[in-house]
């Protein structure tokens, strides 16, 4: 991911050694994201600054360690989205599936968790919970059930469904990015055990709480009365994101076939829905339409990442990657059944507890330097599953373990339903691990 | 011109324990659109007016704000629907209920609490340097003020 060119050799202030000084940077920077007290893009940026400053990288390298591929898709697909939801056309998907199942609280549970995963596929965590978690909380308030359940599984659905394609979740956009793999190698590869660990979990939730849950028929017939239709407020809006989303995921599938990156794709499909979306307004009108537009952008994850990148960057210069590389692979004896495993269990377990998308930047170009002792780049397809598995999946442990799960504990906290991290976590970690021996057996199975 | 002579005493004031019953008693009583809550020693803590009445009627989803809970147009509830949601929260607390507001001194000048009941709601309360209520500010009386003269 972070292009071919290698002019640049570390210079380090008063001649330190590139090795401790990047290696101390990229500490200090993980340890000042992972204390919460200062906000990470800014952590991030700081972290780049230093190594830039110090002489570990210069601007030229640093600029190479970003993998713009990454930045374009996150910021094309956030775009996309921020345009589409203006339309209503989430919450007619919420409405509509809540009544299909004659608003019984138990068929909404599981038909909330079937939407929220199908739309975290195709769209970023983060943004799938913030369309369906202000519906769910409008539907149980009306039907007089507590919302917990249903936020704990939208949190699971949304971690879940992101697994299972490229664009689903930020460690698999950063994985497919550096390694070339396609969309439709993500999904034919981890497809398959995003639903079979949904099936598990709804199955779970259903017996956990599911089956307890009952709401009188006078509740029922209020949700029943709810037309879905209004909350479609622009029919033009929806029918052009519609055509925009389609062929945005039409070209994902096809990016292989048509020699384009899925960077491209999204960032060339969000250019076209906003210019559907202007067409015939004036131009004070689309000044102020595309200056909104561009607002919604979470410029504090694009940032992140961008910092992010160099960080680590600078690190694999220095050498630090490499050398932790050649330890890790000495205490797995370079066998890479066990590599692959031990990859998916430490994946889940950090990724729970801290930030996953740190440990991914960090773990790419670690996994990569393995290539020479694997036989090659095209033997380490299981070790990147491995991480994308245990990564995306182990953000469902704890409250902090993935961007949607705060998400969803801000949101509810701010309707008055708070959801705390000790109560989430005896459900959610057990739970998690159940999905990681899922994706153990299935890594064993058909790679290993 | 500071606000000093305008400021008026509160009419009435609200205690976190009061119940939205009758908060909202209060208000029919006095007349007033919005009145300041405080503590056992006059220090001001919110306020608790039509605004936060509205809230109560609407689903919590609301209270996510216009971004995230852009509208409720598919929502079928009925009078009496609502008048249900507002009865079950009539015993509910002012401190639970309340939001926080900006105050001014009456030390501030006039036209930045102008600026501030523009942007506002139309009132603000006064407070003095320990944060005790010494009176409010409303709209109209600002203004009844200003044109008596014209």
């Known amino acids: ?448 | 011109m500071t606000c000093q002579s305008i400021v008026a005493p509160a009419p009435a004031t609200l205690a976190k324990g009061d119940s939205v019953a009758d908060a909202i008693k209060a208000l029919a009583a006095h007349g007033y659109a919005t009145l300041p809550v405080v503590d056992a020693k006059g220090h001001f803590l919110g306020v608790f007016g039509v605004r936060q009445l509205l809230a109560l009627l609407l689903p919590r989803a609301a209270r996510l704000g216009e971004d995230d809970m852009p509208d409720l147009s598919f929502v079928s509830d009925t009078a009496d629907d609502i008048k249900a949601r507002l009865k079950s929260c009539a015993k509910e607390t002012v401190g639970k209920a309340m939001a926080p507001h900006r105050t001014v001194r009456a030390e501030t000048a006039l036209v930045e609490a102008l600026l501030l009941l523009e942007r506002g709601d139309g009132f603000l309360p006064v407070v003095d340097e320990a944060g005790r209520l010494a009176g409010i500010l409303t709209a109209e009386a600002v203004i009844g003020r200003l044109v008596e003269d014209l």
């Open chain 1, 1 to 448: 991911m972070h292009g071919e060119a290698q002019a640049w050799v570390p210079n380090v202030l008063f001649g330190w050694n590139p090795m401790i000084v990047a290696t101390a940077v990229l500490v200090a920077t993980y340890a000042v994201i992972m204390s919460e007290k200062i906000n990470r893009a800014i952590v991030s940026l700081v972290g780049a600054g230093v190594m830039i400053l110090v002489g570990v990288l210069n601007q030229q390298a640093a600029i190479r360690g970003v993998d713009f591929n990454t930045i374009a898709l996150l910021t094309g697909m956030m775009i996309i989205v921020a345009i589409t939801r203006k339309s209503g056309v989430f919450q007619f998907v919420a409405i509509w599936t809540a009544k299909k199942v004659k608003a019984d609280p138990a068929g909404i549970l599981f038909m909330l968790q079937i939407v929220t995963a199908v739309f975290s596929a195709l769209l970023d965590n983060v943004t799938t919970v913030l369309l369906v978690v202000p519906v769910t909380l409008v539907i149980t308030e009306e039907l007089k059930v507590k919302p917990w359940p249903y936020l704990v599984a939208l949190i699971f659905s949304s971690n879940i469904g992101g697994t299972a394609t490229l664009i689903g979740d930020p460690p698999n956009i950063l994985i497919g990015s550096a390694t070339g793999l396609t969309f439709n190698q993500f999904a034919v590869n981890l497809g398959p055990v995003a639903l079979v660990c949904l099936v598990v979990t709804t199955i779970i939730f259903h017996f956990m709480w599911g089956r307890r849950l009952h709401a009188t028929a006078e509740a029922r017939a209020r949700v029943m009365g709810f037309n879905e239709l209004e909350a479609i407020t622009d029919w033009r809006l929806l029918k052009q994101a519609l055509v925009v989303l389609t062929l945005v995921i039409l070209g994902f599938i096809l990016a292989h076939n048509i020699h384009q990156e899925p960077g491209t794709i999204a960032m060339f499909g969000a250019a076209l829905l906003m210019l559907l979306h202007n067409l015939g307004k004036d131009a004070e009108q689309q000044s102020h339409d595309v200056h909104h537009t561009f607002g919604e952008v979470e410029w504090v994850t694009i940032f992140f990442f961008i910092g992010l990148f160099m960080v680590v960057y600078g690190v694999e210069q220095a050498g630090f990657l490499h050398l932790l590389a050649e330890m890790l692979v000495n205490a797995t004896g370079g066998d890479l059944t066990v590599t692959a495993i031990a990859i998916l269990w430490a994946s889940a377990i950090l990724s729970a507890v801290v930030d996953n998308i740190p440990f991914v930047a960090t773990m790419i170009p670690l996994i990569k330097s393995m290539a020479p002792t694997f036989g090659g780049a095209e033997n380490l397809e299981p070790l990147w599953w491995a991480l994308a598995m245990g990564a995306c999946l182990g953000g469902n442990g704890t409250l902090v373990g993935a961007s949607a799960n705060l998400t969803v504990a801000g949101l509810a906290e701010r309707a008055g339903h708070p959801v705390r991290f000790v109560p989430f976590m005896k459900v959610a970690f057990g739970l998690m691990l159940v999905t990681i021996a899922i994706a153990n057996v299935y890594l064993y199975l058909r790679y290993l």
